[in-house]
């Protein structure tokens, strides 16, 4: 009568030590922080963030890109264009290994993995609000494997004029 839910709990505690499959949870929303039981990397992150564009129009885009400095490869991400605090503008994928996310009240405001596979990069497009005029910082969380992560490394700034 209780090994089903001595099974269901074990699952549980597993998926949440050895990360989530298809996406950051929504906890990591705020924070960008995998729920992977464990401190995040000291050392810098071995990952960039290439962003096509200097600077865009309020309401244009740029397509930004998550890769190793070296080739290294990654399984798990989480990323968000901030002002300040806030996610601001949408992110939009065609890469099969991304997905969009709304976190909080805002619509399509983060973008995360689809899969656990190997990734040598990832590649998806940002749009700003229409009435943006603002430097914005992407922000980015990446998981190397299971244990092995960097949180909310940031980009160079993007001016949105």
């Known amino acids: 009568m209780y090994l089903p839910t001595i099974a269901a709990v074990l699952l549980v505690a597993v998926a949440s030590v050895h990360g989530n499959a ?3 949870p929504a906890d990591a929303c705020e924070d960008l922080t995998p729920q992977h039981g464990a401190d995040a990397q000291k050392t810098r992150s071995p990952y960039i963030i290439d962003i096509e564009k200097n600077g865009i129009k309020a309401g244009g885009s740029t397509k930004v890109t998550i890769k190793g400095k070296t080739g290294e ?4 991400f ?3 264009a901030r002002v300040g605090r806030t996610a601001v503008g949408k992110f939009s994928s065609t890469d ?3 997905k969009v996310v709304d976190c909080g009240s805002a619509k399509e405001n983060t973008v995360t993995h689809t ?3 190997n ?4 590649t998806v497009t940002w749009t700003a609000p229409k009435n943006l005029k603002e430097q914005v910082i992407f922000y980015l969380s990446v998981v190397k494997e299971g244990q092995v992560f960097w949180v909310a490394q940031k980009s160079r700034t993007l001016n949105v004029h």
Do not use: C
């Not at 490869?73 to 798990?76: L, N, P, R, V």
């Open 78 to 80: 989480i990323m968000q």
């Open 119 to 122: 990734k040598k990069e990832v």
């Open 115 to 117: 899969n656990p596979d």
């Open 73 to 76: 490869q990654f399984k798990g």
């Open 96 to 98: 099969k290994n991304a």
């Open 22 to 24: 298809t996406g950051a």
